[in-house]
Every structure is written in C-alpha cells, then in structure tokens.
C-alpha cells in the first residue's frame, strides 16, 4: 500500500472536524484543493521549527468579502474582510469568519491535533480563510496569514494569498501573492 503525502494526511484530519460546517453551497473539492496546496507550501517550514511558541492552525468560512483595488494578471482579486473596528470597509482588516476551528501542530507525531482552548503562550498562528458559495462560482481565493509571525520570522507577520479557477470538477492554483508586513 503506498503511503499518503503528508498534506494528505493532514487534510484527513481537517476535513473530519469541518464536513458538519459546510453549507450545501461550499465545494468540498476546492476546500481539499486549497489546504492541501497551503499545508504543502508551508511544511517545510512548520516541520522545521523548533522554539517553544505553539503552532495554531485556524480554518474557516467567509461570506463577506470586499474586492480591492489590486488584481491578478488574470483578474481575481485578493479578498479582504470588514473591519469591525472602523466604519465602514477595510481593505486592510482580515476576512471576518462565519465560522472556524482550530488546530495545534504537534511535532512528535508530525500531526495537527484538534484544540478547544487557547494555549496558555502566545502560538504563532496560521489562519486560513476559505470563501463561502465557492460551488456557484469558476474562481476562488484563499487568504492565509500568520501571526504574529511565520515560523521562518516569528516577529513578522506573513500574508500568502492564492488563487483558485475550477477546471471541470477540480480546482487549479494559478495566482500566488505574498506580503511581509513591516513593523
């Protein structure tokens, strides 16, 4: 029996917790596609880190996007959420969950465990926003960062956005946009 990519595996354990939250509206094949391409991109980094800060996973739906100014070559547009501490709409505000569950990484069984509390240190977290409706529509973007950093750089935050554009009943990476955050 061949053995499973660990993105595999782990999209296994991440897909048990959220099947009860999707809506009949969510493609389940885009959800698979995309936190299998995030965890791929960051293992290396995730398996490499060895400080004492937890590493949190948060996945989660958003319905409420905001179409920013700046586009892809092939046009989709980098989601942004509503900030709730502002009138109005942020460009700058993180996606705002309908809903999302966490994870911690553990290391010794190169595994994330589903986790109901906070730990009691500061985790450096990776949160992943996944939209809503995605079975209506040909593309999709994924928004990810960590924070306060990223196991590479700890101090500084690291915004990772990809798009998505379904190809029959899969979906395709084609847009990859990355910001460090300056202090």
């Known amino acids: 029996m061949p053995s499973q990519c660990p993105d595999c595996r782990y999209w296994a354990v991440f897909q048990a917790a959220l099947a009860p939250w999707f809506g009949d509206d969510d493609d389940i094949a885009l959800w698979e596609t ?6 791929a991109e960051s293992r290396l ?9 937890r590493l949190i996973a948060e996945i989660g739906r958003c ?4 179409r920013p100014h700046w586009r892809t070559k092939k046009g989709t547009a980098v989601p942004a959420g ?6 109005g709409f942020s460009f700058h505000s993180l996606p705002d969950y309908d809903w999302s569950l966490k ?3 553990d290391a010794d069984s190169d595994t994330w465990r589903s986790l109901d509390r906070q730990p009691s240190r500061r ?8 939209p809503a409706r995605t079975a209506r529509h040909p593309r ?3 928004h990810t960062i960590w924070t306060p950093g990223s196991p590479e750089n700890p101090q500084t935050k690291l915004t990772i956005v ?3 554009q379904r190809c029959d009943t899969n979906w395709q990476l084609f847009a990859v946009w990355d910001h460090t955050h300056q202090s």
Not at 123 to 130: A, Q
């Open 34 to 39: 995309a936190i299998k391409t995030v965890f």
């Open 45 to 53: 980094a995730i398996g490499s880190y060895d400080r004492k800060d």
């Open 63 to 66: 319905s409420h996007w905001i």
């Open 82 to 87: 509503y900030a709730k501490d502002v009138d």
């Open 103 to 105: 994870w911690m990484f």
């Open 123 to 130: 985790p450096l977290t990776h949160r992943i926003t996944i």
């Open 140 to 142: 999709a973007t994924v």
């Open 162 to 164: 990809y798009g998505f």
